[in-house]
């Protein structure tokens, strides 16, 4: 793998995986018919009177998509909340070969956006909204907070380090040989010097969307989250 191949990973690996959340949630199955259309009109008004419409206007998801949505999320979630670890559950399933708990961790906290251990429907469409159908701006941002460990509106190194040790113990053994000659540490250095703009040690939202926004590579996999639902 090779050092934009990297690169790759560390802003634009949530694509992929998320899709593979998005599938094991049963949210990508486009095809309902009327008398499933009216069950969700029920179910939603039962179960959230205020919430679908306030979803709609703050989303950019229709009334059917978010019904859709939150058809899959109650099946999968009867308690109409996601704890981590479901998220660790749907992620080990993907990467028998490697440990992803930890990818997990930091990936359920980029969704959990109150701190209060749970994601609930609107945290997770929320989220969704800005993934699939967000500006690049608005992805990026999200993508910002995901490696901001701490939410102190900057990454350090060492953030950008667990982020990557992560994907890497996340991968297991499909990964590790392809790295043996080179360290998670040594790819960090290489992608702060590309980022850190004025050298001072951490990377700042504006430092990461202008890196971000000139490289034609991950503009173009910036299309990956389109047309999924």
Avoid at 32 to 50: A, C
Avoid at 184 to 189: D, G, K, L, M, S
Wanted: glycine content about 6%; aromatic content about 12%.
């Amino acid at each position: 793998m090779n050092l934009e191949g990297l690169e790759m990973i560390a802003v634009l690996v949530v694509v992929v995986l998320f899709v593979k959340v998005l599938e094991q949630f049963g949210l990508l199955e486009a095809s309902y018919d009327d008398s499933v259309e009216d069950e969700l009109e029920m179910s939603t008004v039962r179960h959230r009177p205020e919430g679908l419409e306030q979803l709609e206007a703050q989303t950019k998801f229709s009334r059917k998509e978010l019904q859709i949505l939150y058809r899959g999320f109650k099946n999968e979630c009867p308690s109409g909340v996601v704890n981590e670890d479901t998220f660790k559950d749907i992620y080990s399933q993907f990467f028998p070969q490697g440990d992803a708990s930890t990818y997990a961790h930091f990936l359920f906290n980029a969704f959990d956006t109150d701190h209060n251990g749970s994601v609930s429907f609107e945290d997770f469409v929320m989220g969704l909204s800005i993934l699939l159908r967000g500006s690049v701006q608005e992805k990026l941002n999200w993508a910002f907070n995901l490696y901001d460990i701490n939410k102190d509106g900057y990454i350090t190194k060492e953030e950008m380090l667990d982020i990557m040790k992560s994907i890497y113990d996340m991968m297991g053994k499909c990964t590790y040989p392809i790295l043996k000659e080179e360290t998670p540490r040594q790819h960090v250095e290489i992608f702060f010097q590309k980022m850190d703009k004025n050298k001072d040690g951490v990377v700042t939202i504006d430092e990461f969307i202008d890196c971000c926004q000139n490289d034609e590579n991950i503009m173009r996999s910036m299309q990956l989250f389109e047309n999924v639902i």
